[in-house]
């Protein structure tokens, strides 16, 4: 083995034992708070709720062909252990299909948010001056009105659909991004790291996405986990305004805006959409609140 090849082998060695030490420290830090696992082992049936029945249970069918009127809004049974809805269908099945709809569209959102708040944070902090006071005269506008009420307009404008409510909640809520890497790319191209690549020339689209970007991963992993549990509340707010998911689509704050009719009648058709709303949220705002506690210095627990 050449001399080149051992020392780049030492120097990523270096490297890597702080971050698998830092890594280790934080899971050690998350199993000791058992709200923070209870919310871990949530989000996890979730994710294989989302994955598993969409394959078992084909939306084609329980959602638009899969339809009873005979059957029509029945309490619940070991046959439909939810009961069923107006039409029939089983409200069992379409809860089990709307996490799937649920989380893809609340990901996608929040992702879409990143890819705009990040890199525009980042260089409003690294470069400063006019482009740092256009980027953020731009974000204090946005941030001028509540989220859901800005979503609300966007999807208005846009039209009624699941697709343009998720580009709604993305505009509703890359500012928050934008402004929190911005604080961190502050702080960070003040350190010696920083001055030391821009000294020897290293040009600044490297500085910004191999220096700073690095090390805001942390506070961007803090804020999108726990805006996942608000976006999720927010596309279930949008559908039950008529501005998101359409019917038949098997969406939970569809489901409750439908069962509005019928709820002196059968309130099981509005209880199981609105508690897996209520548990999603709950565990993603958990499952934050413990990433915050490991990720973040100020708040850390030892």
């Not at 709820?263 to 209520?278: C, D, K, Q």
Request: hydrophobic share 50%.
């Amino acid at each position: 083995m050449s001399t080149n090849t051992m020392n780049r082998k030492d120097r990523m060695i270096k490297v890597l034992t702080p971050r698998i030490k830092s890594t280790k420290e934080s899971f050690f830090l998350l199993k000791k708070n058992w709200l923070t696992n209870l919310a871990m082992y949530g989000v996890l049936l979730l994710i294989l709720i989302a994955i598993i029945v969409p394959i078992v249970l084909p939306a084609d069918i329980h959602v638009a062909q899969d339809t009873h009127p005979e059957f029509k809004l029945q309490p619940p049974s070991a046959s439909h252990p939810f009961g069923t809805d107006y039409l029939g269908r089983d409200i069992f099945k379409r809860v089990l299909l709307g996490t799937r709809i649920s989380l893809t569209t609340a990901l996608l959102a929040v992702g879409l948010a990143l890819l705009i708040g990040i890199p525009l944070g980042a260089v409003a902090g690294f470069y400063g001056g006019r482009i740092d006071e256009l980027i953020m005269r731009i974000t204090d506008i946005f941030l001028g009105f509540p989220p859901l009420l800005l979503a609300i307009a966007i999807a208005a404008f846009l039209g009624p659909n699941l697709r343009n409510a998720m580009i709604a909640i993305a505009a509703a809520w890359w500012p928050w991004y934008t402004r929190v890497v911005r604080g961190q790319a502050i702080s960070m191209k003040e350190r010696q790291f920083v001055k030391a690549a821009k000294a020897i020339g290293t040009p600044s689209r490297k500085i910004i996405f191999k220096h700073i970007l690095p090390n805001c991963i942390s506070p961007i992993i803090v804020q999108a986990s726990m805006d996942i549990g608000g976006v999720i509340l927010t596309i279930a707010s949008l559908s039950f305004l008529g501005l998101g998911a359409q019917s038949p689509t098997p969406e939970w704050g569809l489901m409750v805006s439908t069962s509005r009719n019928y709820f002196l009648n059968a309130w099981w058709y509005s209880i199981f959409p609105g508690l897996a709303i209520f548990f999603t949220v709950l565990v993603f705002n958990l499952l934050g609140d413990g990433l915050r506690e490991v990720l973040d210095p100020k708040t850390r627990k030892n």
